[in-house]
Every structure is written in C-alpha cells, then in structure tokens.
C-alpha cells in the first residue's frame, strides 16, 4: 500500500517520460491487484498468551 | 497524705483513660493541622483540632502505611481511636488507628492524590501522547482473556480489519495481583513487537477499576515503547489508566475501532490511488502523444517525396513564371510593333495624297521639281486614288 503510494506520487511528478509512466503503472496495477487479493484473503491472526507465563524482566 | 511522684500520677491517669469506655475506641471527628511522619520512624504526628480547640493525635507506622491515601494538613477527617497518655510528657492524645476522610472516601481522595502526583510527574502531558500506527500490524490486547472485553475486541477487528494480528495477552484484572499483572502483559505484548496495544476490561463498578487506577500500571503504561489505548469500559469517570493513556475508548470494542481503520477504507483508497494513476498515466500518454505529433509533422516535412513534391511545385511555378514573363515580353514585342506600324502609316505617301496631294512621274521616276521638263511631255499623275497621264504646256 505504502509502496502503491509512492509509486502514485511519481507518477503525479508529471514530465516523466511515457516508457517509464508505462512501467510505473503497470506496477501500480499489479499492486493494487496485490492489495486487493490481500484484503479480500486476509483472515485475522490470533495468538492468546498467557501473561502470568511470563518471568518478569 | 503520702507523697507519689510523677511518674505515678501520670500512670494513674493512664489507667483511668484507659477504664473509661467514653474514651476508648472511639471516632473523633476534626481537621488535620501539622501533620507531620517522621521519616525514620514512620510513625505520624498530627493535631486535630476543630473551632475551638485542639488534640494531639499520634498514629504509629503499621497503622499509617495501610492508609490508602496521604493526610493531609486542612483535611476533614474522622479518626478512629483512643485517648491515652504520653507518660514522658504527661500529655494526652489521641492513638489513632484509622482515618477516613470526612465527605468523599479514602479511596477517591487516594486516587485524587495520585491523580495530582502522576500529573505532576508529567504522566497524562499531552506532548508524550504519541499518535496511533496507521495501519498496525500486530495489536496487543492485554486483558482477562476469559472475559467479555478480548472477544469483543476479536470480534470487531475480524470485521473491520482482517489484515492485522492480534496478540491478546491474559492478566488478572481485579484483585490486589491485578495491578502486576497488567503491568507483566503490557511487557508481554510490548515484546511480542506489537505496535499498539489495547489495555482494559469491560465495565464495572468503581471497586473493579481499582486496577487501573493503580500508580504502576500508569508508570507501564506510559513507558510503554509503543502508543496504548485505553479500555476500561467506564463512560463517565476516567482511570488513570485513561490518562496515562495514548487514546481513550470508552470500551473495549471502540478502542478496537479505534486501533485500526476500516478495511472498506482500504478498498476505497487503493481504488483511489488506481484512478490517481490512471490519470497520470493518461496525461503522460498524451504528451507523449502530442510530441510525437509534433516531431512526425517535422519528419514528414523533410521526407524525400514531400521535398520532391515541393521541387515539382516549385519548378511548376518557375516554369509558370518564365512562361508569363516570355508572354509579357512578346506582349511589349508586339505594341511597340503596332506602335512603330502607326507611325509609319501616318507617315505613308498615300495617306499624304488622300489630303489631296497628287504625285507626278515621268519616264517612272518621282517628279520633285520642273527641271527636265519640256513642253509636249507627257507625265503620269498619281492621285490619293487613281491616276491619270497628261501632257505639259507651258513650264516655270
């Protein structure tokens, strides 16, 4: 997300040439996709500790 | 009259207080003035007076360190007690046992207390106050795990934020081990790499809270390496806990909201950032285009069969040239042809004998005078039209 970020912002730089507009949104794409797919799968993680386990420090 | 000495008498007096019922374990009610605890001893030293008068009270150590909150000078208070006599000094006190404050309990005025100390201490400022991840990784619960609070916690994170990690970490939160307890998961989870935690429980009445209204738990909290929300599930009074705080929730499953964003928010944002690309790519694209626009224009222009078209226009237009100028010249030819034809016309014989001049021959030759003519000649005459041959008479 933070990568897609980046990548939108340098491409809002403006005078960049095409070849590399092209190569950074096609990035961008796959990103987002890759985002997507993440949130879309994700399945919260849970680990349960036991507090009184632990040695104090 | 036998003689007794002090010592005696201030026994004697000892052992009378001590018989009268009205004087022992009683409450006496007053305010504190020169409170003071010695610092070896321990024990405290105080007057309680009222309007009118005043008593000197002693509470000895074991007694003033289970008090919960700290006398102090100008409290209202009610001690609970007895009236005896300090043989050395032959004076009576009081030899408190208890006090409690008069109007609101010890334990608020003790929470007060540490509310004002913690605060001095710079505890709840506003500039330690760090701000939360804004999309955590791993969130650390620190509360019962047997009770309500973690699964409601659970429960909204699963919903709203699938992404994340939950740490939850199991400690006692009530009772006299709550206060450690809660300090050991807070180290728990803070080691665990959790970059925000959640440290509560579900409501209660004042009494369950007392956890985290305890001086550790705010020292843990605030020492805590990464931010921590609060959750004590108590809307209207806050802990310390709620002030040592980073955020605030007023329960368990707000400070889940609160920990972390709305993955639905994530979806718009990554859409968001889709179109913010589309758009540049887009822009680029078309200047992109426009310039090679504009350097196809140039190329073509310099192409062989565009310069050869152009030499053919060109040469089309020499040829037109010379062609009009060739005409212009034969046109200026040919006036000045009529011109000179005029001229000669107008200068023609002829046009002199059509004014009525007439010419004269003889033997063929043009006549310019009479020399050489003699009478009976004969001669020739031209007229402007016609002719006609005549003889000559007479000549001067």
């Known amino acids: 997300m933070t990568k897609l970020s980046r990548i939108v912002s340098e491409l809002e730089k403006g005078d960049i040439p095409l070849e590399k507009a092209v190569e950074l949104y096609g990035d961008g794409l796959k990103l987002s996709a890759m985002c997507r797919k993440q949130l879309d799968e994700a399945q919260i993680k849970i680990t349960e500790e036991d507090g009184a386990a632990v040695p104090e420090k | 009259m036998p003689v007794i000495t002090v010592t005696q008498i201030n026994k004697y007096i000892g052992f009378i207080l001590k018989g009268d019922k009205n004087l022992q374990g009683i409450m006496v009610k007053g305010e504190i003035s020169n409170y003071v605890r010695h610092y070896k001893s321990g024990h405290a030293y105080f007057t309680l007076k009222d309007s009118e008068s005043a008593v000197k009270a002693v509470m000895f150590s074991q007694a003033a360190s289970r008090l919960k909150f700290q006398p102090e000078d100008g409290m209202s208070v009610i001690v609970s007690g007895s009236v005896n006599v300090y043989e050395r000094d032959g ?3 009081i030899y408190v046992n208890d006090i409690v404050p008069d109007g609101a309990g010890a334990a608020s005025v003790a929470l007060e207390q540490l509310k004002k100390k913690l605060a001095a201490a710079g505890i709840f400022d506003e500039a330690h106050k760090r701000p939360l991840p804004e999309m955590p990784r791993k969130i650390g619960v620190v509360t019962s795990l047997s ?16 992404i994340g990690e939950i740490y939850a970490v199991n400690a006692v939160v009530q009772g006299e081990a709550a206060p450690d307890s809660i300090c050991r998961g807070i180290l728990c989870a803070e080691a665990a790499g959790c970059d ?5 429980r579900g409501g209660g009445s004042d009494e369950d809270l007392s956890a985290f209204n305890a001086e550790k738990v705010a020292y843990a909290i605030y020492n805590c390496k990464v931010p921590v929300i609060s959750a004590v599930g108590h809307e209207t009074d806050f802990t310390i806990a709620d002030l040592a705080a980073d955020r605030r929730a007023p329960t368990p499953s ?3 909201e609160i920990a972390a964003p709305d993955v639905q928010l994530l979806y718009e944002k990554i859409a968001q950032l889709e179109r913010r690309a589309e758009r540049s790519a887009l822009s680029a694209l078309d200047r992109a285009s426009e310039r090679f626009i504009a350097l196809n224009a140039r190329l073509l222009a310099q192409s062989p069969e565009n310069r050869l078209k152009l030499s053919g226009m060109r040469l089309d237009e020499l040829e037109k040239r010379s062609k009009t100028a060739v005409q212009h010249y034969l046109d200026r030819l040919s006036a000045r042809l009529g011109e000179n034809i005029a001229r000669l016309d107008s200068l023609s014989p002829l046009k002199v004998l059509a004014r009525g001049y007439s010419l004269v021959y003889k033997d063929g030759r043009l006549l310019a005078s009479s020399d050489g003519l003699s009478s009976g000649d004969t001669v020739e005459l031209r007229f402007g039209s016609g002719g006609a041959k005549a003889e000559i008479t007479d000549k001067w």
């Open chain 2, 196 to 200: 925000v935690l959640i440290v509560g």
């Open chain 2, 91 to 93: 004076a009576y006190q």
């Open chain 2, 254 to 256: 707000a400070a889940a």
């Open chain 2, 147 to 162: 009770g309500a609070a973690v699964r409601d916690v659970i429960n909204v994170l699963s919903r709203r934020y699938p």
